[in-house]
């Protein structure tokens, strides 16, 4: 019962390094997701997929790169880190849209610094 | 876009002593919403819905939430708080009809104290 899996816990990265966060769920769904949550911003959606195969860009894409071959999996790429990347950041997924009433079920979070 | 609010940054009590934390919301037709609870260093863990039916919705925890219509909003209420409870809660409401997205309040950090 493991639901959304996110790796690793904690990262430090130097200014210019790349990395992948990795997060996946066995529950099958259709639907899943990366926020990155700051102090006083809340939780702000990066990249979305609706299908394997299928990404879209969310409020704040640019620097992060997404790509779905599985249902299961969801990888989030740093392309060229930067300090404002420091954040954490949460993978999600839904069986279907919440607008029509399902849960999104998130990872436990991935702590990152960049220095 | 549909939105919620949370119109307390902090909620003190003592344990033993009811839990309300507050969420009022903004959406165009019926309301699905959501209640989320997240301990420190953890991710969000839900707590409970509602979609349609019983106002009283029943979650995790021994947490319920009151969906009231005429006050358009869903406060989240425990009967007895434990030093346990002690955490940051969130409301959220899909952004809009057709959306993955969720708008989240800006959360409730709720302190029980023994």
């Known amino acids: 019962n493991a639901g959304v899996t996110q790796t690793p816990k904690f990262q430090v990265l130097k200014t210019g390094q790349s990395m992948t966060l990795q997060c996946a769920q066995d529950?099958?769904?259709?639907?899943m997701s990366w926020y990155r949550q700051d102090p006083g911003m809340g939780l702000r959606l990066i990249h979305y997929?609706?299908?394997?195969?299928?990404?879209d860009q969310g409020e704040v894409p640019n620097g992060y790169n997404v790509s779905r071959s599985t249902t299961e999996d969801f990888p989030l790429r740093l392309l060229s880190a930067a300090p404002s990347q420091t954040s954490v950041y949460f993978c999600?997924?839904?069986?279907?849209?919440?607008?029509?009433?399902?849960?999104?079920?998130f990872g436990e979070g991935s702590w990152l610094t960049v220095v | 876009a549909q939105s919620v609010a949370q119109p307390e940054d902090q909620v003190n009590v003592a344990e033993g002593n009811p839990l309300t934390v507050k969420c009022t919301y903004s959406?165009?037709?019926?309301?699905?919403l959501f209640w989320y609870v997240q301990y420190p260093n953890r991710g969000l863990q839900f707590l409970l819905k509602?979609?349609?039916?019983?106002?009283l919705v029943k979650g995790s925890y021994g947490f319920e939430a009151e969906f009231n219509k005429s006050q358009t909003s869903f406060h989240l209420k425990k009967p007895s708080a434990l030093v346990s409870d002690s955490a940051l809660y969130f409301c959220a409401v899909p952004r809009a009809v057709n959306d993955y997205k969720l708008s989240f309040g800006a959360g409730t950090t709720v302190t029980v104290r023994a």
């Open positions: 999600a997924s839904s069986l279907r849209l919440p607008s029509s009433g399902n849960t999104i079920y």
């Open positions: 997929s609706v299908g394997a195969g299928i990404t």
């Open positions: 509602y979609i349609t039916g019983d106002n």
């Open positions: 529950m099958n769904h259709e639907y």
């Open positions: 959406v165009s037709g019926n309301p699905y």
